[in-house]
C-alpha cells in the first residue's frame, strides 16, 4: 500500500470509530459547536499539523495528503474546526513573517 492510501485507510478507521452521519445528526441538534472529543482526538493524532513543517512540530504532509483525510471527512461528517484550523489558518502563518511562524506554528 502507498502512504497516502496508508494515511486515506488511516483517517477512515478513524473517522469510522469517531464520526458519522448520526453523531453529525445528534451534535446538530445540541448546543455544542462542535465535536470536543473527537477534536481532542483529531490533535492527538497530529491532525491540527498536518501541513505544518516539522521544524514546528507538524507532520508536514503535502496538499494531496491533507485532501486524502478530508475526503474521508466527507463520507463521516465529523463536526469539527480542523478544516479552519490545519488549512486556512495554517495557510495564513506560513505567509507571514518567520517570526509570526515561530511564535504561533
Known amino acids: 500500500m502507498n502512504h497516502m492510501a496508508d494515511i486515506q485507510s488511516s483517517a477512515a478507521a478513524f473517522l469510522r470509530k469517531h464520526a458519522g452521519p448520526q453523531r453529525a445528526l445528534q451534535l446538530i441538534a445540541e448546543p455544542a459547536a462542535w465535536d470536543k472529543e473527537t477534536w481532542q482526538a483529531m490533535q492527538n493524532m497530529g491532525w491540527a499539523g498536518i501541513l505544518i513543517?516539522?521544524?514546528?512540530?507538524?507532520?508536514?504532509?503535502?496538499?494531496?495528503?491533507?485532501?486524502?483525510?478530508?475526503?474521508?471527512?466527507?463520507?463521516?461528517?465529523?463536526?469539527?474546526?480542523?478544516?479552519?484550523?490545519?488549512?486556512?489558518?495554517?495557510?495564513?502563518?506560513?505567509?507571514?513573517?518567520?517570526?509570526?511562524?515561530?511564535?504561533?506554528?
Open 53 to 105: 513543517p516539522e521544524h514546528y512540530g507538524g507532520l508536514a504532509l503535502c496538499a494531496g495528503e491533507a485532501l486524502q483525510i478530508f475526503e474521508e471527512f466527507g463520507r463521516a461528517l465529523p463536526i469539527t474546526p480542523l478544516f479552519e484550523t490545519a488549512i486556512l489558518a495554517v495557510q495564513l502563518l506560513l505567509a507571514a513573517s518567520e517570526q509570526a511562524q515561530a511564535q504561533y506554528l
